[in-house]
C-alpha cells in the first residue's frame, strides 16, 4: 500500500500479500524491520519470511492481530505483534499486515497530549499525532477496532488499523482537518471489528493544539449511529417497495419486483413460490395447505448474473414436505429463520440433498422463510437467503422482510382477482360475441376483437344481422366501464340489438328504442334511488343488396370509414347523436349510395384512441391502413391492428368490422304493381310462374304459386292500394314480399272449424322458411323466405 500522505513511511512495518500468496507491497518500514530490501522480497512467496516450524496459518475472517516470527535477511528471528487485514476484491483483495516501529527519535510526541485529550472524551476517542499515527484511545474506541488493546495498535495510521477503502477515505478526511486546522464532521459505513458486520459511525474529527497554538494533531470522537442507520435503511426499503412493487396487475410480475427490491438491500438471493390455485380449484386457500405442498415458482432474483443459487427454474413446481421450512412457515402463518450459528440449517434441509449441497457449495449461513398471506388468504411463501452479506439475519431483519412481503401479498392479491375477474370476463365477452359472421348476399365480413392489454375488459361488440329482403344490418358499439359488468352489460345490449333488428326498425328508431333500453338498465342498476352509471355508444347501418343504398346512424360513437371501390379512403360524416342512456335528444339518420364493392370499416375508440396520439392522428392511420388494397379482408384487419395497435397491446378494448358490398344484379329481382281487383289475382300467379321458370326455379313454382296467391290476396282484401309485389331470387333463397299502404300489420290466429278464413298465414308459415313484416314511412311490407336447397 503506497502512503497517501508525505510522512515517514518508515515508521510502520506493512507488507501486501495478494491471493496467491505472493508479495506484492513492501515498504521501507518492513525493510527496517527485517532487513530486506523491496527488490528481494517482492513477488515471493510470503511464507518464507516466517521462522519457526511449523508455520502457523492465518484464521479466517476479515481481521486477525496476533504474534508471528519472522525471519530477518541476517538469519536471526524477530517476533512481532502484526495486525492482518483481509481486504476486499474492489480494494485490490488479499492481505495487508502492518506492525508499529519504535519511535524514540527526537520529537517524539508526549503521551500527555493522548492522555488529556481521552480523559476529556465522553465517548469513544482517539487521538493521531502530527503523521497521523495513533498514539492512544480510550477503551471505547479500543472496542470499535475489535477489541484489540491500544499498546497493539500504537504508532499505526488509521488506513493500516482499517485495512478498507473507508477507512483510507475518513484518513483523507483526518488529513484535511489536520492541514486547515477547522473541525469538521464526517460518516462512515465500514465492516468494524472481528466479525465483519458493517456498522454506521458519525465521527467529529478535531485539532489538536499544543500550548503555543500549533497542530500537533487530531482527535476523533467516534458516535455510533448504526440502529438509526439500520431504521432509516429499512424505512428506505419499505418505500422503495410501496413505489417498486405492484406497478402492474399481473402476478409473476409482482412476485419478481418484491424479489427485486430485496436484492441486495435485505439479501443475496430471493425466492417466491406461489400456491397453484388451479389445484384448489380456482378458489383462494384461506387456512393452511395439506401437505406436501406443491408450489410454483414464481420469481427470484440473485446478486450474481443468471440466479446460480435456483434450484427450481421459474414456471416449474416443486413439492415440498411439511418438514420443509417453506412448509412450516404456510402451515404456522410465521416466519422461519434458520442460520450456521443455531445449527439447525443443516437438518431443516437434511430432506432435499440437492439444496444441502447447494448450501455448502455457496456458504449459505442464514435463510428466512416468509408467508404470502393478504387479507387472510395464503398466496405462497417467499424465502430470503444470505451468504455473501457476513451478518446473519436479525429480528429487525425479519420485522422488514415480514412488512415488505405483507405489501406485495396485497398486490399479488389484487393481481390475482384482476386475473380471475379478466379471465371470467373474457370468456363471458367470447361467449356472448359471434364466433362466426354469417355469410349474406348483401356483404363480405371479416373481424377482429381484441381485449385491453392492460386496463380493465371492457365491453366492446360487433355484429352483422341478416334482415328480411336479402338486406343486412352493421353494427358495432362499447358499453361503458370495465369488468364483468361491462361485458354482461354487453351481451344485454346485443341481444336487444338483435331483438330490435328482427322488426326491421330504421337504424335512428332503432337507436331511439335502444337508449330507453339502456336509460331502464341504467335506472336498475342504480342503488338508494339514484341512477347507475350504465351507458353505451353504438353505430347501427343497414345495406340492400338491390338499391344498393345504406342507411346509418350512431349514438356517441365514431363514425366508419368508407373505401370506395377507386378512391382513397374517408370518413362517413354522420349527425351526431348522444351516447345511448342520455334520454331525450333525437338520432338521425343517413342514406348512402354504394357501389358495389365499396368497403365500410366500423370499429371501437379503443383502435384511434392511444396515449400517445389523438384521434385525428389515429384516423389518418387507420386510412393509411386501409388505403393499401389486397382482396381479402382478413389481411386488411391485420394490417389495421398492425399499423394502430402498440406491440404490448392496446389499452382499450378494440373491435373492428370490415364489410365489403355486395349488389343484386336486376335479373334476380322482378317487381309488379297489382290492381286493385281480387280477380286478376290468377294472372299474377302466371306471371310468378313464368317468372320461376326464366330463373330455372320450376321445381318451386307450386310452393311459391300458393304463397303468392295468399299474400296478394291478404293485401287486397285488407290493405291499401297502391300495391306492389317483389320477387328476389339469391343463391338458395327466393323471397316474396307484398307491399301495401296500410300500417296494420298480419298476425296469425288460429281458425275455428266453420271459419271460411283466417288460414292463409297459417298456411305461409308451414311452407316458407320464414316470413315476417316490416313497416316503412308509407306503408308495410309483407315477406316470406323460401328455402330453394332440399337441405334447409
Known sequence: MSPVYPFDDAATAR???????????????????????????????????LAGDPRPDLPEGPRWGGTLTLRHRDGHAVTVWVLVNRRAPEDGGGLLLATPLEDDGPGAPDDSLSRIALMQSPCAMAVYDERLRLRGMNPAMAEVFGGVPAERLRGLRHSEIGGHRQSEDFERHMHRVLTTGREDDARTYAPIGVDGRSSAWLARVSPVTDPRGRVCGVSVAAHDFTEQYRARERLQ??????????????????????????VPALADFVSVDLLDAAEHGGKPLTGPPSMPVALLRAAHSSIGPGAPEAVAVIGGTEVYPATSPQGVCLVTGHS???????????????????????????????????PIRARGVTLGVAVFTRFEQPAPFMPDDVLLAEEVTARAAVCIDNARRYSRERETALALQHSLLPRTLPRTAAVE????????????????????????????????????????????????????????????LAPDELLTHLDDVVARMSAEAGTEGGPGEAGASCLYAVYDPVSRRCTLARAGHPPPVLIPPDGPPRRVELPWGPPLGVGGLPFESVELDLREGSVLSFFTDGLVEGRERDTDAGHRLLCEALAVRTGSLEEACDRVLRTLLPAGGACDDVALLLARTRGLPSSQVATWDIPADPSLVAPVRKRVVEQLDGWGLGEAAFTTELVVSELVTNALRYGTPPIRLRLIHSGAHLICEVYDTTHAAPHLRRAKTWDEGGRGLLLVAQLTRRWGSRHTAEGKTIWAELSLDDDE
Open 445 to 504: 365480413a371479416a373481424s377482429r376483437y381484441l381485449p385491453a392489454a392492460r386496463d380493465g375488459l371492457g365491453g366492446d361488440w360487433f355484429d352483422v344481422i341478416p334482415l328480411s329482403g336479402m338486406r343486412v344490418a352493421l353494427v358495432v358499439g362499447d358499453v361503458l366501464g370495465h369488468g364483468v359488468q361491462a361485458s354482461a352489460t354487453m351481451g344485454r345490449l346485443r341481444t336487444a340489438v338483435r331483438t330490435l333488428a328482427d322488426i326491421d
Open 237 to 262: 426499503l419499505v418505500n422503495e417497495a410501496s413505489v417498486r412493487i405492484g406497478t402492474t396487475l399481473d402476478v409473476t410480475r409482482t412476485a419478481q419486483e418484491l424479489a427485486d427490491v430485496c
Open 336 to 370: 422461519v429463520v434458520l442460520t450456521q450459528e443455531a445449527d439447525d440449517l443443516e437438518k431443516w434441509l437434511s430432506w432435499d440433498p440437492v439444496r444441502s449441497a447447494r448450501v455448502r457449495e455457496l456458504g449459505v449461513h442464514s435463510t428466512m422463510s416468509v
Open 15 to 49: 507488507a501486501v500479500v495478494d491471493e496467491h500468496g505472493a508479495l506484492v507491497e513492501w515498504n521501507e518500514g518492513a525493510h527496517r524491520l527485517l532487513g530486506w530490501a523491496p527488490e528481494e522480497v517482492l513477488g515471493r512467496q510470503a511464507a518464507q519470511l
